[in-house]
């Protein structure tokens, strides 16, 4: 894990000392700068504006919804803490459908090697750790992979800045995503980014034939702590099967004071 | 009697003085047919057994969830054998949860291990057997559980006063030894000795590693059938035997990439010779196929006992193999299908299990288990009209 940790802020540094590099050759020069700095700049300022909240806690609800407009309905309680150079930790609590109540999924998320996940089975009180391999399948038999709900990190991916473009009256910068670890079931995303709040409005996920698979917009931004903002609603919607899955959140609490004891397999399996 | 009084009110007033996280009810009703495919051995057993559960569960908690009340009823009403109609707590439990440690105090269940084929280290609490003949059912086993929670991991204390006998189907059931006199059992140790056990587990996740390390000491949860003969020599019972043992314990997990490589092997001493047992193996998992959202797993495990044909357990030198599908639809269907054999002998087990969500509230699950080939002197032999499946509709809420 000390290993793996330092493997990655090297890399981070290795990218910072060339994009130092670049402006120290180039400064005399008029200022230009390519495609691929300008979309990581642009993520870094998006990342950096969200750093420091520390911890939260809220309460999703999921509304699966299929081509017949059948609906049914799952609950979560997501926690999650922020860690400063790692990956962040996350506790998902499934409340509902009861049959799954109970059921609690740990991870810990990295930026370039796998992230660890245990899922904890109430019925048989069980802890059981999963292959964090599985990122494209869905999650609870949503239209969300389970790389999409994962918390997202900068070096996961590589940058391209497209162009701006104005959306609903918003100024957006258009980035495309590639994704840079394995398994994953997209070979492009292509984010609509608040060029204000530098919060991401749209998210249009292409799937490994490079087809348009999956369109996610955010709705509804709420601001805390004066500074953090989350959407309240995210709609995402299957372009191939005519699915689609909403999402609210709601009691969103940040700064609560979790700690990395609250993300261990002990509360895991307190979980209610 | 005024004492107990006593205790209640505070008991509520405590609770009220927390009041502001309300009670939670949850928990499931069951209807379940469980029906034999062959005839039956003895004229007193059934073909067709109905069956219904309920488990409740009622859990308070207080200071952010720190602290927690929780209560699980059990009770299964059977239409045939009246060992099956049964009432167990399943948990009753106070729990407080601190910084660097968790006092978990009452009756509660405790898993221990990582293997899918059988579950060598888990040994805190009884098998309700009665309840599943797959083992997984256990019945709630009081104890002081202290956990230290540090760098180093989390250590698991244990006393656990009240021992907890086997529950075995009746004359009327199935799956059951033969001649079986559970009511005349017979202990290693009385008393205290008897009914007091201690435990503890040493339990740390590092990288892609899980590992424990554990060791227990008390009445053995699995007993020994023991024959017992009339004066002329001839067969007049089997009685369950428990032996007094001292079982240490590693249960090891490698996961790494789509796969998992799971370990767990016991030294248990006082059950007969001392003897060694381990179950290997590993999963290996196809994810999202054909980008379908569909799963599949390879399992396959080595079960081992050191003690042979001569020891009473089912695998010896055993391979299981299996698979296990994940739809990961709306409903969470699922189905785990596996098949045991032994190395040495013909004798085979299948297994199939399948659930699947009907609606929110409602679940079905499909069991189906076979065994062939066990001869006279297996330890299986027993199984052999025993063919079944078992089917659940419950109830969640």
Known sequence: MLFQTFKNTSGEKMNKSTVFLFLALFSNVSYSITPEQRGLEIIQEADKRDTGFGDSKADMKMILKNRQGEESIRILEIQTLEIVDDGDKSLIIFDSPADVKGTAFLSFTHALIPDDQWLYLPAVKRVKRISSSNKSGPFLGSEYAFEDLTSFEVPKYSYKYLKDETVDGIGCFIIEATPKYEESGYTREILWIDKDRYISLKIDYYDRKNALLKTLTFKNHQQYLKRYWRASE????????????????????FKIGLTDRDFDQNTLQRAH | MTQIARICIGTLLLLNSYALYALELSGYLGIESLGFLQNPLFPQQHSHYLSAAIQPQLVHEWENGKQSLTFVPFFRLSQHDNRRTHFDIRELTWLKAADTWELRTGIR???WGMAESQHLVDIINQTDLVENFDMEDKLGQPMINLALIRDWGTLDLFLLPGFRERTFAGSEGHLNFPMLNQGAARFEKQG????LAYAFRWSKAIAEWDMGLSYFYGTNRTPTIVPEFDPLGNLKQTVPFYENIHQTGLDVQYTKGNWQWKLETIVRAGQGKTFVAGTGGLEYSFYN????GFD???????????RGRNGQTFFQDDIMTGLRFGFNDEQSTEILASITFDRTSNTKFYNVEASRRLGESLKLTLEARFSSGADKNDFAFFLRQDDHIRAE???HF
């Open chain 2, 109 to 111: 269940k405790v898993f």
């Open chain 2, 393 to 395: 509709l419950s109830y």
């Open chain 1, 234 to 253: 995210m709609l995402m919607v299957n372009q191939q099967n005519g699915k689609s899955t909403a999402l609210t959140w709601e009691n969103y609490q």
């Open chain 2, 289 to 292: 196929i054909f980008e379908s």
């Open chain 2, 296 to 306: 599949i797993g390879l399992l396959t495990e080595y079960l081992y006992d050191s």
């Open chain 2, 192 to 195: 205290i000795e008897k009914h």
